[in-house]
């Protein structure tokens, strides 16, 4: 799917609106931490087709799953990797293989033991076509083959070194399940994933909700968890409220504890209300941006696309549109992801340099209702548009209308979730919305690669949805490739600011904020955080205060 970072380890850190995180508290704790009572959570994102993030692997799953799913790795606020699941790790001098030893004293809530065994089994079923995975069978595209070398330890051969992997295996889309609940099927596992996590999933109502249930056997926390043991929460039940007003309606009426996709005007009301509270943080990855098709179309031209860009304010949409609740992204990586290199200058409005360019690019005449013509033809794209992608309607028309004045159609083509990605895999777009969360400045080789514009499962799935080819994506593709591979930290700096520097130069996208965790929720609901590194919530230390 977008940190300053806290006292609690890599907790996501509070500070002022317009950084990284932002939480408003309207009242401290007031006693020891509480234990039992059930939290109730509603979401504005879409419902999961599958609770196992493994499957397809987008933030809906991840914000249900970090509850009950755990990583083999910690990553801290700097992007330092620790032991979790893992107790331990070593390279080989190649780099083609990586000896990972987990902890002994953990198990499933199944009962299934950790052991090597689970390593080999959620890779195979990562890499099983089968699964159907998008995001976990790309961060494991270059993992060959796993082999048990001991009871508590598994070989990784790669196909070449991949300094991101540790990284990956970081994060919930890669997270390490019970062999035994893998081995029921596809269809069992989707209704409820076994892992090692404070909550496991007890029921799933769809379209309504998920009941999880304390794990009481719990005992691996987070280096950055607050207590040791089983959480204080007995249960949460998540709930799936799409619309915003009945959501936050939903919060101040007390029927739900916490809600997530808080609007911009909600956060202001949250923020004067003493019963509410706020927590807003950025997530890691390809920040929320405009992509375009370069395969078809008037944007296969740079000097369009960068035209298009040029004619746009991004600034004054977010002003108005997010009450300058949402700070501007001038970089395709998030603020807070390694390595991001902000560049305001491509970025910025320049509505006489789009003139300029349009003029270059030979679209010199007008058409009756003030378009550019070239051959006859109008200069017009179509933009796709998913009220899940976190673009508004009102945002794109607001580009609509500044387009438009350079001499530059914007077709506003709202979508279902399914036609909207049906229209994604088969390329039929001009600009579409989008992000890529994930915790490492590897997310651009999965969104700029041009080995990912091929689908990679069936059903026309491409990571890579700008499609540039030739010697411009070659220019790209071996920085990237370079900066992947590499065991040198500062030529991993140096290259992902040169592939950053080339994309720029193409104009594939239209960064325009970081994705965000948007929270609110009620003041008597003690310890909500966000977990490094994807900036997911946690329930694991929180508690209700309601003495």
């Known amino acids: 799917m977008p940190f ?22 309207a009242s401290g704790p007031t006693g020891e931490p509480v234990s039992g009572g059930t939290l109730v959570y509603a979401t504005g994102d879409t419902e999961p087709a599958c609770l196992d993030p493994i499957v397809s692997g987008n933030v809906p799953q991840a914000l249900v799953s970090t509850q009950y799913l755990e ?35 953990v198990h499933f809530t199944d009962g299934q033991q950790l052991n090597a065994e689970t390593i080999v089994e959620n890779v195979a079923y990562i890499k099983d076509p089968q699964t159907l995975s998008s995001t ?38 890669v997270p390490i399940q019970s062999q035994k609940a893998l081995a029921r ?18 029921s799933w109502s769809k379209q309504q909700e998920v009941v999880l249930t304390r794990n009481d056997e719990y005992h691996t926390p987070s280096p950055a968890a607050g207590h040791a043991g089983p959480a204080y929460l007995e249960k949460i039940v998540w709930r799936f409220l799409p619309d915003h007003a009945a959501r936050f309606a939903a919060l101040q009426s007390r029927e739900v504890d916490v809600i997530d996709v808080l609007q911009p005007q909600n956060a202001v009301a949250a923020d004067a209300d003493p019963a509410l509270d706020t927590l807003i943080g950025s997530r890691p990855g390809h920040v929320v941006n405009l992509t375009f ?81 070239k051959d006859g033809q109008r200069l017009s794209t179509t933009v796709i ?9 009102s945002v794109l028309e607001q580009f609509q209308n500044s387009a438009k004045a350079v001499g530059f159609e914007l077709i506003i083509s709202q979508e279902e979730p399914a036609s909207f990605n049906a229209r994604r895999y088969a390329w039929e777009y001009g600009l579409s919305p989008l992000y890529y969360t994930k915790n490492s400045p590897s997310v651009l080789n999965i969104v700029y690669d041009s080995s990912h514009i091929p689908s990679v499962i069936k059903g026309g799935y491409h990571a890579n949805n700008n499609g540039l080819i030739g010697s411009s994506a070659n220019d790209i593709d071996k920085a990237l490739r370079l900066a992947a591979t590499t065991g040198n930290e500062k030529q991993r700096g140096q290259q992902y600011a040169k592939a950053q520097q080339l994309v720029d130069a193409q104009y594939l996208s239209l960064p325009i904020f970081d994705q965000q965790t948007r929270l609110g929720f009620r003041s008597d609901v003690e310890g909500v955080a966000l977990l490094s590194p994807l900036g997911m919530p946690t329930f694991y230390d929180t508690w209700l205060d309601r003495s």
């Open 4 to 25: 300053a970072f806290a006292a609690l380890g890599a907790v996501l850190a509070l500070s002022a609106c317009g950084g990284a995180v932002h939480a408003d508290s």
């Open 71 to 105: 990583p083999l790795f910690f990553q801290d606020e700097k992007g330092e990797i620790g032991p979790w699941l893992a107790k331990d790790w070593k390279w080989s001098k190649d780099r083609l293989a990586l000896d990972i030893t987990v902890r002994q004293d």
């Open 136 to 173: 976990g069978i790309l961060a494991v595209e270059k993992v060959a083959s796993v082999e048990k070398i001991g009871e508590f330890t598994a070989r990784l051969h790669l196909s070449e070194p991949d300094n991101a992997l540790l990284e990956h295996f970081a994060q919930v889309w």
């Open 185 to 202: 099927g596809a269809e069992a596992n989707c209704l409820s994933p076994v892992g090692t996590g404070p909550f496991k999933v007890e």
């Open 293 to 373: 098709n370069t395969t078809t179309g008037p944007l296969t031209d740079v000097r369009v696309r960068e035209a298009f860009v040029r004619s746009v304010d991004v600034n004054a949409a977010l002003k108005s549109i997010f009450m300058s609740t949402v700070p501007r992204s001038n970089s395709v990586l998030s603020s807070i992801t390694k390595f991001n290199r902000q560049n305001p200058e491509a970025y910025s409005t320049d509505v006489d340099k789009a003139n300029r360019l349009l003029d270059e690019a030979g679209w010199t005449e007008r058409d009756s209702e003030g378009y550019r013509t």
């Open 385 to 393: 548009q998913n009220d899940s992608i976190l673009v508004p309607v």
